[in-house]
């Protein structure tokens, strides 16, 4: 009489055998089915798809190359002189004599020194003390000479 081989198997009937270890390492991760959701009424997919053109507005285009003038003009700018006249003496060149000198000063009474004897004379100095302006240099203005040839080279106004 034939009988079926001892059931030696702790798998209970009417279920499939499990998978070997092989299979199971072949495959470490259990696949499951992804779970289609319902569409959502209203939802606009075409409008939240991840479109870069729609996401950022009209499509952008590539920045213009710097365009490079075809030919520079040099302009060839003669400067006279870039030396700031002041109240002290300054070296600087002189056209007339076309050398370096160190300027002559001499000072003449200019806006400042009228305005400072105007206001002397208004708060009360009418007894000569609003003469005292035109007797100091640092109220008058400053005319810058060339100690060669007296050409005047700049100056220096207090205002
Ligand atoms: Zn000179």
Not at 42 to 61: T, V
Request: glycine share 6%; with cysteine.
């Amino acid at each position: 009489m034939a009988s079926a081989p001892p059931f030696e198997s702790s798998v209970p009937v009417g279920y499939p055998p499990p998978p070997s270890y092989e299979e199971t390492m072949r495959q470490p991760y259990p696949q499951y089915p992804q779970p289609s959701l319902p569409p959502v009424p209203g939802y606009d997919k075409a409008a939240h798809s991840p479109h870069p053109q729609q996401l950022c507005g009209p499509p952008m285009h590539p920045p213009p190359a710097c365009s490079q003038p075809a030919s520079v003009t040099v302009q060839a700018v003669c400067v006279q002189s870039t030396v700031v006249f002041g109240s002290q003496p300054v070296q600087t060149h002189c056209p007339v004599c076309a050398r370096f000198v160190v300027t002559r000063l001499e000072h003449n009474s200019g806006t400042l020194a009228w305005l400072s004897c105007a206001g002397l004379f208004i708060f009360g100095c009418i007894y000569g003390c609003c003469l005292i302006p035109f007797c100091m240099d640092g109220l008058k203005d400053v005319t810058h000479y060339c100690p060669s040839c007296n050409n005047v080279l700049g100056v220096y106004k207090r205002l």
